[in-house]
């Protein structure tokens, strides 16, 4: 081969360091690359970075531009720098740091600089997106989750289960695929099972849908995609904290007997029959309440008041299956005893046993759903406020699908980093 076909781009740190201390002329230009270094090394060292390089294209019909691990790593690198839109994009397809790191050639950066334009197209990013099925984006996230069981950077068995709801801006929803109405509103809805353990909060799980789609029916199909990938749920997920949502007397008793997990979940007082139940019980002389005190963060220090009665049933919509459950009563008062007056009531159903003798036992119910606000208060507003979780990166199902893929495996790997790496 001729010797003259080749030309050698030399990366020495050192060298440029020492000419510019001698006042050599070099050309330079500023790089995005300083603010994501950390977190960047450490997906790189850690696994996560090959995990989100290699999801596959599966929808590509024939590969003539781009391999599709570059186009992976460009959108991961798009999402650390909060790019949100693809409009916006150029903030890394014009970043020549970030494009090698991204498997672009030294040849092809000083080509595009030369004629004063970007490497890549932002719309080129747009349909690589699409090109991602469902299938794909599965098969990334339980890889995922498997490099964290591995790790054992999630633990202590108590999960959380939420939905989020991804709406379409008024006047346009027109084809939006797979969006859904309700009432006013337009758009997917978002369902998240994440481990909310202090310091170890990982989404293990999530389903996209229409907005209408019943946040049950995605919970049993995430359950039973769990228990496909890792075993029977009893064996590593302890308790399951559920808003009222959630409430029903199958499912429940459909995790307490066929998965072997524990829940803990709020009744709603639409619940009549069941409500009507509890009150009816509460009458008995043998009622044992509990009083604490507890900081609000809208009142201060209040008082919490409750009591708990075990085997109470729950009616369900049909004949079968019936189940009972043990329920914490509680009352809420500001500190001098008079009832807040906007705070209703609550019910807390557990498959717990509750000693309604004990008060520390009596509170516990209540202290397990305390812990699912870290889903609401800290996980979907980091990815809303953070990760720009709202935004719908084209009307296509696959593309808004794959960018959640790199969205909250990103969440993960950011919490993991700075578990791992605290104050940097």
């Excluded at 399951?240 to 008793?253: I, P, S």
């Amino acid at each position: 081969m001729d010797h003259h076909s080749w030309r050698i781009w030399k990366e020495d740190r050192a060298c440029v360091a020492e000419g510019l201390k001698q006042g050599e002329q070099f050309d330079a230009y500023a790089s995005a690359f300083g603010e994501n270094d950390l977190i960047i090394g450490f997906m790189i060292v850690d696994g996560f970075w090959d995990i989100l390089r290699d999801i596959e294209a599966d929808l590509l019909k024939k590969e003539n531009g781009y391999p599709p691990r570059t186009l992976n790593i460009l959108w991961t690198l798009c999402e650390l720098a909060q790019v949100g839109r693809i409009a916006h994009a150029g903030k890394v397809i014009g970043d020549q740091a970030l494009l090698r790191i991204a498997g672009f050639q030294a040849e092809q950066l000083e080509s595009a600089m030369a004629k004063r334009k970007n490497q890549i197209d932002p719309e080129t990013l747009s349909n690589h997106m699409a090109r991602i099925s469902e299938a794909s984006v599965k098969d990334s996230l339980w890889k995922h989750v498997r490099l964290l069981r591995q790790k054992r950077w999630y633990r202590g068995g108590i999960y959380a289960v939420d939905a989020h709801e991804i709406t379409i801006p008024y006047g346009m929803v027109e084809n939006y695929e797979g969006a859904q109405k309700v009432g006013n509103k337009c758009g997917y809805k978002l369902v998240v099972i994440i481990n909310v353990e202090s310091g170890q909060e990982r989404i293990i799980a999530w389903a996209l849908a229409g907005l209408a789609r019943s946040e049950k029916t995605l919970l049993k199909k995430l359950l039973a995609e769990l228990t496909e990938q890792f075993g029977r749920l009893g064996d590593w997920m302890k308790l399951l904290l559920l808003d009222r949502g959630y409430w029903g007397a199958e499912l429940l008793t459909e995790l307490k007997y066929t998965h072997g997990v524990d829940y803990v979940t709020r009744a709603g007082n639409d619940e009549l029959d069941m409500v009507e139940d509890i009150e009816g019980l509460l009458k008995m002389p043998k009622i044992q309440w509990h009083i604490r005190q507890e900081e609000s963060s809208k009142y201060g220090q209040i008082r919490f008041k409750a009591c708990a009665i075990n085997q109470v049933e729950m009616r369900p919509s049909k004949p079968i299956p019936r189940g009972v459950c043990n329920v914490v009563v509680g009352d809420f008062f500001d500190i001098n005893g008079q009832p807040l007056p906007d705070h209703d009531r609550c019910y807390y159903a557990t498959s717990l046993f509750v000693n309604p003798q004990v008060a520390q036992s009596v509170f516990t119910s209540r202290d397990y759903y305390r812990k699912r606000w870290t889903i609401e208060n800290q996980g979907f507003w980091v990815l809303t406020q953070r990760w720009n979780l709202d935004t719908l990166l084209s009307r296509s199902i696959d593309s808004i699908r794959a960018r959640l893929n790199f969205v909250l495996q990103l969440y993960n790997i950011e919490n993991c980093c700075a578990w791992k790496h605290p104050g940097s």
